[in-house]
Each structure stands twice: as structure tokens, then as C-alpha cells.
Nanobody
Framework: QVQLVESGGGLVQPGGSLRLSCAAS????????MGWYRQAPGKQRELVAT???????NYADSVKGRFTISRDNAKNTVYLQMNSPKPEDTAVYYC????????????????WGQGTQVTVSS
């Protein structure tokens, strides 16, 4: 079974920086997409950024120019560099990964991390 473990969340001041990490573990053949989503209190979960197996990236308009997503394929890890965060970026951030893994047979997986809290406040 594929598991995702996030780290790096916490309290950050507006205009500061923070880097989130998410490592996937399990018998993984290939990870196609990796991404970050977030959910603020009382709101639906929304896409922050995604990165395809090559280097194609996609960002929510609200974070373009401030956040950068990257991945280390050798480590099955995705990162989210958050620069100049704003109070409205406060949310629980979730990592997502999709690809092929193996248990008794090869199967498609769509895994989520447990979430990490990011609070932007002075």
C-alpha cells in the first residue's frame, strides 16, 4: 500500500517562507502526478499545485508567482516552496500522488497524505 507522509508545516509570518515535503513509500513502479491541495476551515479542498512525471506544473491563480512545486523522482518526494505567504494561505495542506504500485498485482493508486497545518500570521 502506498503511503504519503507530509512534513514542514507550522507557523510562518506573512512575507516569510516555508517548505513542505511529502514522501511516498511502498512498492511503487511509477508516480505520474504529484500535487498539493489545501483546505481552510469551512471551505472545500482546493488545488494548490501539481507536477507531472516530467516537469510540467500547474498552479492555482492565487499562488502563482509565490509558490513553487518540485519533485525528486529518485526519492518519490514532492516539495512545495511557499514564498511570501499570506494569511489567506492558512489551511491544512494535503499531498496527493497517483501512479502504479504493486501488492499481489500491479494496480493504479491514488494516495493522500494525512495533512499538515500551515498558519500564516504575525
Amino acid at each position: 500500500q502506498v503511503q504519503l507522509v507530509e512534513s514542514g508545516g507550522g507557523l510562518v509570518q506573512p512575507g516569510g517562507s516555508l517548505r513542505l515535503s511529502c514522501a511516498a513509500s511502498g512498492i511503487i513502479f511509477r508516480i505520474n502526478d504529484m500535487g498539493w491541495y489545501r483546505q481552510a476551515p469551512g471551505k472545500q479542498r482546493e488545488l494548490v499545485a501539481t507536477i507531472i512525471s516530467g516537469s510540467s506544473t500547474n498552479y492555482a491563480d492565487s499562488v502563482k508567482g509565490r509558490f513553487t512545486i518540485s519533485r525528486d523522482n529518485a526519492k518519490n518526494t514532492v516539495y512545495l516552496q511557499m514564498n511570501s505567504p499570506k494569511p489567506e494561505d492558512t489551511a491544512v495542506y494535503y499531498c496527493n500522488a497517483r501512479g502504479l504500485a504493486a501488492r499481489t498485482s500491479i494496480y493504479d493508486f491514488d494516495a493522500w497524505g494525512q495533512g499538515t497545518q500551515v498558519t500564516v500570521s504575525s
